[in-house]
């Protein structure tokens, strides 16, 4: 996903079978959709923080995690596990969120999360296996697959921002379905992953407040 040469197989593919996709490539330019390879508890934690929140929520309270945890810009297992409850739920976090982040960094530091194993499975093999995770769904899930593993073909049918980008990219009257976007994007497939990239820079244009945070 961060190869300079898949994202341009990526948007031709796009353009060639999706109009809407050639209009947003020539408006937004090149894809910069920049996964984060080598992060994936950081990934995870941010998704995780940032579930049901505004991107400018979301931001505040990462900041007081990191600030927190002694880190710069990354969350890393080890100084969330030595963190108090108390500090955790200070900066902002529900109390049901910060066992979530407790179990991650917990599950992470005993193996039973192993970032190698994930990036052996398949997208259908991986999401699985995350969703067992307590505080892990589907979206946080596919969030991960895109942006910490670079999965190339990820759709988040459930997430705000792509909903509203696609009916507004496609002048539908409402926000569609889960069956509708599949529907919509069957012919974007493998590169479903630099579409939504696309669909976020539609809605985002139409909101800017609103802003994918991971």
Known sequence: MNNPAAITRAERHLASVEPVMSTAIRRFGPCSLTPWRNQPFNVLARSIISQQLSGKAAQTITGRVLKLTGA????????????????????????????????????????????????????????ADLVRLPGVGVWTA???????????????????????????????????????????????????????????????????GRKVTV
């Open 72 to 127: 710069r810009s990354l969350l890393k297992a080890e100084n969330v596990l030595a963190s108090a409850p108390d500090a955790l739920r200070a900066c902002g976090l529900s109390g049901a969120k910060t066992r979530y982040l407790l179990g991650l960094a917990a599950a992470c530091q005993s193996g039973e999360l192993d970032f190698a194993r994930l990036r052996r499975l398949d997208d259908d093999e991986a999401l």
């Open 142 to 208: 596919q969030m991960f697959l895109m942006f910490a593993l670079a999965r190339p073909d990820i759709l988040a049918t459930g997430d705000v921002g792509l909903q509203r980008g696609m009916q507004l990219a496609f002048g539908l009257a409402s926000r569609p379905d889960p069956e509708r976007m599949t529907a919509i994007s069957a012919n974007w497939q493998p590169w479903r992953s630099v579409a939504s990239w696309y669909l976020w820079q539609i809605s985002d244009e139409d909101n800017p």
